[in-house]
């Protein structure tokens, strides 16, 4: 089995090998499977904002890789984009916003969505992204006093302790994505 990601982050790829890892315990199929990463450009947002933007930029990774390997003349059996972004709601007068991720998974005939974990932003992180424009990534650097956060444990490491890192929680958005390929018998139509 091939299964291609689209994007080359590390902690998107360590989220699919350790999701891949999971499902072997499953079906022996998954257990062989061959990852292959390349970064990919969609029409999302840097920063999504909504939970529809975020959607939209993982299903456009999952077509985006699907194109390249075929220009490339290479095949696969699924296609995987990852996309990680913000959902505010207003609740009472409170404005509340949540960082999530959600993944979408192909085989060219069907696909299918699944959210990660949501845990709160601060209110003070999400007025530097959503009012001031800024990138989730830079904002975190910033307050981590580190580069490149992102490649590691993300915004998640950083607001959860590193109790739930960014890879960790883009392995429950996949294993949910994927249920309806490895958990087939309940998703036929």
């Not at 890192?165 to 036929?188: D, K």
């Amino acid at each position: 089995m091939k299964i291609a990601l689209g994007s080359n982050r590390p902690a998107k790829v360590a989220a699919l090998e350790a999701c891949v890892e999971r499902l072997a315990g499953l079906d022996s199929q998954w257990g062989a499977a061959e990852i292959i990463a390349r970064p990919v450009t969609t029409t999302a947002p840097a920063m999504p904002l909504t939970d529809e933007q975020t959607m939209r930029g993982a299903r456009e990774r999952a077509l985006a890789i699907r194109q390249i390997l075929a220009r490339e003349g290479l095949q696969a059996d699924l296609f995987v984009g990852l996309e990680g972004g913000f959902h505010t709601e207003r609740l009472w007068p409170e404005r509340i916003t949540f960082l999530r991720n959600w993944a979408y998974v192909t085989d060219g005939t069907r696909g299918a969505f699944g959210a990660g974990p949501s845990i709160q932003v601060p209110p003070r992180i999400a007025a530097c992204v959503i009012e001031q424009a800024r990138e989730l990534g830079e904002v975190i650097d910033e307050i981590a006093g580190e580069q490149d956060v992102r490649s590691r444990q993300g915004a998640w490491g950083v607001l959860s302790r590193n109790l739930i890192t960014r890879a960790m929680s883009f392995e429950m958005a996949l294993i949910a994505a994927l249920a309806p390929f490895y958990n087939g018998e309940l998703y036929r139509d």
